[in-house]
């Protein structure tokens, strides 16, 4: 996991938690033991789940990741 600290940033969301993991059923696991604990809706709202795949275009294309400078 991930964490980034974004208030500075945005009014609406104040952190971001990316989670790497080897496949999808270890974020389902991770995903469902949070909701079961006072971490989920009490001391954090959980405004949205944006699950998705790092350079999943590239790969598509066959062509090397962009990478920002």
């Known amino acids: ?11 609406r969301v104040t952190d971001i938690w990316i989670f790497d993991v080897t496949n999808h059923s270890v974020y389902e696991t991770v995903v469902e033991a949070l909701r079961e604990t006072p971490f989920w809706d009490r001391y954090f709202e959980v405004l949205e789940i944006l699950p ?11 062509r090397a990741a962009e990478r920002a400078v």
């Open 52 to 62: 998705g795949v790092e350079n999943v275009v590239a790969k598509d294309f066959g």
């Open 1 to 11: 996991m991930r964490s980034y600290d974004i208030e500075f940033y945005s009014a």
